[in-house]
């Protein structure tokens, strides 16, 4: 007989970081990322408390659309409320080979 081996089950889960989970934990460390280089530049070039009022404002601000856009869901996906009719086309083939509309 071979061998058993355990598999491990979560396989098919996203991975969860912090409440942030899959695509999202890349969307939060890019918004992080970006807060850091944004108000270092402004902090270097304009003036160090307008800096950090970016610095924060870009990473609370990045954090709270990347939950927003969590709510949502992993998928973008488009939900429709409305109620489609779409018009039938059915073509019938008569006895010589040709298509005729019904």
Same mark, same amino acid.
């Given at each position: 007989?071979?061998?058993? =081996?355990? &598999? #491990?089950? @979560?396989?098919?889960?996203?991975?969860? =970081?912090?409440?942030?989970?899959? %695509?999202?934990? #890349?969307?939060?460390?890019?918004?992080?990322? *970006? @807060?850091? &280089?944004? !108000? *270092?530049?402004?902090?270097?070039?304009? $003036?160090?408390?307008?800096? *950090?009022?970016?610095?924060?404002?870009?990473?609370?601000? !990045?954090?709270?659309?990347? *939950?927003?856009?969590?709510? /949502? !869901?992993? /998928? $973008?996906?488009?939900?429709?409320?409305? +109620? =489609? +009719?779409?018009? +039938? $086309?059915?073509? %019938?083939?008569? $006895? #010589? !080979?040709?298509?005729?509309?019904?």
């Amino acid at each position: 007989m071979g061998k058993r =081996f355990a &598999v #491990y089950k @979560g396989l098919q889960k996203p991975l969860i =970081f912090r409440g942030f989970k899959g %695509k999202f934990i #890349y969307w939060g460390l890019g918004s992080m990322l *970006a @807060g850091l &280089v944004l !108000g *270092a530049l402004i902090m270097s070039l304009i $003036n160090m408390w307008l800096g *950090a009022i970016v610095l924060v404002g870009c990473m609370v601000g !990045g954090l709270v659309f990347t *939950a927003g856009k969590q709510k /949502h !869901g992993l /998928h $973008n996906k488009t939900r429709s409320h409305d +109620i =489609f +009719i779409h018009q +039938i $086309n059915l073509k %019938k083939i008569n $006895n #010589y !080979g040709r298509k005729t509309s019904i």
